[in-house]
């Protein structure tokens, strides 16, 4: 039996290095690449976005592509409806350089051919096809996920400019891209209007293009200028337009009384109101007003609301409203005309007044005061061709005493009759007096009277009419006899001639004398002198 010392010592054998064959190189090399191709890939890769739209039109995967100022900067990987079907789903993956681009209120629209507010866009996608368009937001906050717009926007949101809110009762002839002008220049488009949520009105956004934004102030008023304005006034007929483009297609117009004050800009999103005419939005806004009731009695067919109330040819007021009255104690049915009244026109400040000085600091004393005199309400009308009446105030010494009764609401000021009216009841006055004269016997009385003519006529023909042919037989021969005496060759014109030459010589004889005695007049005491021998 051996012992441990018997054994023999263990030899440290050093371990064979496994070596790579030389075929496995090239594999690991393509692995490699592949690896960082792939890592590049990722590395590269963009941001996927999903678009919703409530339509596919024009959508395709894998060929509809992202763009941005005409630059391809996304494609549309697939399509495909929502879980309620309501709604199409576009995701679409974008280039890394388009991430910074994906904040809140960044917009995507689909571009396809349009026709709207009189401009026509997406031409050259008839042969390129549809695409997606992409405009960039200002919001801090990222995003993925979108609801892409059913039409494109009006402007970029790089376009300088600014961007107001127009109130208005209805949307007559605009629409999305309907120009703004201003003096007649087109400086800006609608960019979008939707109903108000209590029906009342519509409100609409415009956006103003710079450098013609800074025009608009906290004056500015904007009306509707599409198509033309006619308006039959009592100033006659008036036409009004824009532009041919603004008669086809609609527009808006604004513009800056030339009696407001020096305003500053309006900011952004300021909203105004939206006036049907230009007459309209530029009317004088009057800080003071005070409502009056006009009663008249007759007809008031051509006054309408808006017509002018004028005091010798100056507006001082306008018409707010018609109704008509019945007075249960007269009987009798009235019209009263409710105006509103702008005391500042009415009583103009003069520079050769004190200041502050006017005609009277009570309004309803001034107006007691003129109506003492004689100042009364009256229809009249403003133009022939129209037909349309407006309210005249004007000072009638003659009309009957009238007050203002302070305790209605509003105040009604007295009125006299139009000359036509006038007219008419002087004419009722005739006809009435004509139908209370006794027609019958002044009838019999005249056939009488024409009875009694007839029979003189008659005996005028028996009796008289012989007599006077005798008469004018005598009267002719009488004129024969005168007529052959007065011929030059009768002996009474001889003898006549022969004693004006008488008398013409003894004139001579006369003078002569005459002449004799001034020069002698002792020869009327002495005699003529004899001639000496």
Do not use: C
Not at 3 to 23: H, N, S
Request: charged share 25%.
């Amino acid at each position: 039996m051996s012992t441990p010392d018997d054994m023999p010592d263990a030899e440290v054998v050093p371990r064979k290095r496994w070596r790579i064959p030389w075929i496995w190189i090239v594999p690991a090399i393509a692995v490699a690449v592949g690896v960082w191709l792939a890592v590049q890939s990722v590395l590269q890769q963009g941001p996927t976005v999903t678009i919703t739209f409530k339509s596919g039109e024009g959508l395709e995967a894998g060929k509809t592509k992202i763009k941005f100022k005409d630059v391809d900067i996304g494609l549309v990987k697939s399509v495909a409806l929502s879980k309620d079907y309501k709604r199409v789903i576009a995701t679409a993956e974008l280039s890394r350089d388009a991430t910074n681009m994906l904040v809140e209120d960044t917009r995507f629209w689909v571009v396809r051919p349009r026709v709207a507010g009189g401009s026509v866009s997406g031409i050259s996608t008839l042969l390129s096809g549809a695409y997606i368009g992409m405009d960039i937001g200002h919001a801090k906050r990222d995003q993925r996920d979108y609801t892409g717009l059913e039409t494109p926007p009006v402007f970029a949101s790089d376009v300088p400019g600014r961007q107001f809110v127009l109130k208005a009762t209805d949307l007559g002839s605009v629409d999305i891209g309907t120009p703004v002008y201003f003096r007649r220049l087109q400086v800006g488009q609608v960019t979008s209007f939707e109903l108000d949520k209590d029906g009342s009105g519509v409100t609409l956004h415009v956006f103003v293009n710079s450098p013609y934004d800074r025009y608009v102030n906290a004056d500015s008023r904007f009306w509707q200028a599409g198509g033309i304005d006619v308006s039959l006034s009592t100033d006659g007929l008036k036409v009004n337009t824009q532009s041919l483009v603004s008669i086809l297609i609609g527009g808006l117009a604004f513009e800056t009384p030339a009696v407001s004050l020096s305003w500053a800009e309006a900011p952004a999103d300021t909203v105004f109101n939206l006036f049907p005419t230009r007459t309209e939005a530029l009317r004088v806004q009057e800080r003071i007003v005070d409502t009056y009731v006009f009663a008249f009695e007759g007809s008031v067919r051509g006054l309408a609301v808006g017509a002018p109330v004028e005091f010798r040819g100056i507006p001082i007021g306008e018409v707010a409203a018609i109704y008509t009255r019945f007075d249960p104690v007269t009987k009798r049915i009235s019209i009263p005309v409710e105006v509103r009244i702008y005391p500042e026109r009415f009583t103009s400040r003069f520079a050769s007044e004190p200041k502050g000085g006017r005609m009277a600091t009570d309004r309803h004393a001034l107006a007691d005061l003129l109506v003492e005199r004689g100042l009364r309400g009256q229809l009249r009308t403003g133009s022939l061709l129209t037909g349309q009446l407006y309210v005249a105030m004007d000072f009638f010494p003659g009309a009957k005493k009238a007050s203002i009764d302070w305790e209605r609401s509003p105040p009604e000021m007295p009125t006299t009759p139009s000359g036509l009216e006038s007219l008419q009841d002087s004419m009722n006055r005739i006809i009435t007096r004509i139908d209370k004269l006794p027609i019958e016997e002044l009838t019999a009385s005249a056939r009488q009277t024409l009875n009694s003519t007839s029979q003189l006529m008659r005996n005028i023909d028996t009796q008289v009419v012989p007599q006077a042919a005798s008469t004018l037989s005598a009267a002719r021969a009488a004129l024969d006899a005168a007529h052959s005496t007065l011929m030059p060759d009768s002996g009474l014109q001889q003898d006549t001639a022969e004693a004006v030459r008488e008398l013409t010589r003894t004139a001579a004889s006369f003078r002569s004398l005459a002449d004799y005695l001034q020069q002698h007049p002792e020869a009327l005491l002495r005699g003529k002198p004899e001639d000496k021998k």
